[in-house]
Every structure is written in C-alpha cells, then in structure tokens.
C-alpha cells in the first residue's frame, strides 16, 4: 500500500533549469496539495486541486506550476529554477472534507545552485 | 485571514519528562484542528485531530490535545516522553470552509535525551 508516491526524492539543478516533481496517491482521494518546507517556516502551500480538473493557488504560488493529468496524479513544474526554490517539496492528498486528514509523501529535496 | 502560532520553536526534554506544545490559531469560526508528527527522514504523519465533541482528543503513541476555545488554543500533551519522540511537531488549523486546506504552524522540535 504505497499511499502518496514523490520522485524524485532528490535532484540539484542550476538556476534557469526547469523540472517537473511528480506526485501519485493510490487511495482514490478527491484533493491533492503541493508545500514546500522551509527551516522556520513551516509547511506552506503552494497550489492545491480540490478534485480532478481544478487547480487553485495557495500561499505561495509564484514561480510555480501545476498539472492534474488525472484523478491519480499531481506535478508540479518549476520553469525557470532560482536558488530561493531551494526546498523540500511534499506532496499530500485526502478525501477533501474538512474533518479529513491529508496524507503525505516523502518529500523531494531540492536544491538550487 | 487564519493563522497558527506555535510559539516554542525547539524543546529538549530528558526521558520519562512530561511534554507540552503549545498551538494558537487565529480563526473566528469553526475550526477543525490536527497535530502532524515528523519524524527525522520521514513525512508527516497524522497524530490526532478535533473536529468537535469532546475537547479532550486522543491520539496515537500516547499523545493528546485540548482544544480550549475561549483561548483558542490547542496544546498537545504526553505525561512521558520517550526518545523515540524526538521529532518536529506541526499544529495545523483547517477554518471550515467547505475544502480541508490546512495552514501549518512552523514547527516545534523536539529532543529527547535518554
């Protein structure tokens, strides 16, 4: 039971770089989310799809992308790669309820140079 | 817009200590509450979770919160820690909207020496 499945699980790009994080839940969940971690900040959102064929922005969304290619899965893209999207990526899903928790993967630590 | 403080950013504690991790969270309506666990290495993993009811919530490994309106806050709680739970702790607030989109408070981490 893989629940949320992140590749890569680390990757180091040059600035201007573009690259893709991609996420697959297998629990049938509605919702899916992209967070980036940073030391002292916690955990904040960048874009969420609150079901199959809607995306949303979330906290903070600039620079960033998203693709829901089906009910499954959930990229993110980054187009043009800067050192202050040096982070560690996780994504997450849930059934989409208030009262449902989200379920996480193992994160993608990525680093900028 | 909502928000969660958590105001103790790193706490050490010796085995067999009490815990205590304070959460306040900033929102008007009804709220529903979580506490994730992340373990060195590891994702977050659920620990507990209010939606109503019982103010007093009990959750896996021992843990447990008290969701205390009047001072809207929601402090996790173990009366002994183990070294095994050493880990950073996140509190998170979902406003009720209709969509669970948690925010996350920044994290308390926690050290526990044997």
């Known amino acids: 039971n893989a629940g949320v499945t992140q590749t890569p699980k680390f990757q180091v790009l040059k600035t201007g770089q573009s690259m893709t994080l991609q996420c697959a839940q297998d629990?049938?969940?509605?919702?899916m989310y992209w967070y980036r971690q940073d030391p002292g900040m916690g955990l904040r959102l960048i874009y969420y799809?609150?079901?199959?064929?809607?995306?949303d922005k979330g906290e903070v969304p600039n620079g960033y992308n998203v693709s829901r290619l089906n009910k499954r899965e959930f990229s993110l893209r980054l187009e043009s790669a800067a050192p202050s999207q040096t982070s560690v990526y996780f994504c997450?899903?849930?059934?989409?309820?208030?009262?449902?928790?989200?379920?996480f993967g193992d994160g993608t630590r990525l680093s900028i140079l | 817009a909502q928000s969660v403080s958590q105001h103790n950013h790193h706490v050490i504690l010796s085995e067999a200590a009490s815990l205590e991790l304070g959460c306040n969270y900033s929102y008007g309506g009804t709220v529903n509450l979580f506490w994730y666990v992340q373990y060195p290495g590891q994702h977050l993993q659920l620990l507990l979770k209010?939606?109503?009811?019982?103010?007093l919530v009990k959750g896996i490994k021992g843990f447990e919160a008290e969701f205390i309106k009047s001072k809207f806050s929601f402090n996790l709680r173990k009366p002994s820690v183990q070294w095994s739970d050493t880990a950073e702790y996140f509190c998170?607030?979902?406003?009720?909207?209709?969509?669970?989109?948690?925010?996350f408070g920044t994290g308390t981490r926690l050290l526990v020496s044997p």
């Open positions: 997450a899903s849930s059934e989409g309820g208030v009262n449902q928790p989200q379920h």
């Open positions: 998170a607030v979902n406003g009720g909207t209709g969509f669970q989109k948690l925010v």
């Open positions: 209010y939606f109503s009811g019982d103010p």
């Open positions: 629990m049938n969940h509605n919702s």
């Open positions: 799809s609150a079901s199959e064929g809607t995306t």
